[in-house]
């Protein structure tokens, strides 16, 4: 059974950092595509950052390029999203997920999902 536990989130203020972790387990980890994904109030879940870990490939949204940096760790089965310039806009519910095939960041490719973990951003 594919697992998928976010932790990290909390409230900072704008222009802080913060540090997501997403734990995996139930598959083979280092042939699968990560995401975290994100979900305002009111608006559409939408992809943040992707890693694929078959080949190392990432991907970014323009609206966090330069800010943000994902990584993986296939020894730990580990992908974590650093979060640095954070700003109010980057407030959201940021979604873990997990998918043998998806070749995009987008939420119609990835099938397992973890619970989400809460982050605030105040201005």
């Known amino acids: 059974e594919v697992q998928l536990v976010e932790s990290g989130g909390g409230l900072v203020q704008a222009g802080g950092s913060l540090r997501l972790s997403c734990a995996a387990s139930g598959f083979t980890f280092d042939d699968w595509a990560i995401g975290w994904f994100r979900q305002a109030p009111g608006k559409e879940r939408e992809g943040v950052s992707c890693?694929?870990?078959?080949?190392?490939?990432?991907y970014y949204a323009d609206s966090v390029k330069g800010r943000f940096t994902i990584s993986s760790d296939n020894a730990k089965n580990t992908v974590t999203l650093q979060m640095n310039s954070l700003k109010p806009e980057d407030t959201a519910v940021y979604y873990c997920?997990?998918?043998?095939?998806?070749?995009?960041?987008?939420?119609?490719?990835?099938?397992?999902w973890g619970q989400g973990t809460q982050v605030t951003v105040s201005s």
């Open positions: 890693i694929d870990n078959a080949d190392g490939s990432t």
């Open positions: 997920a997990a998918d043998h095939i998806a070749t995009r960041c987008t939420k119609y490719e990835y099938a397992n």
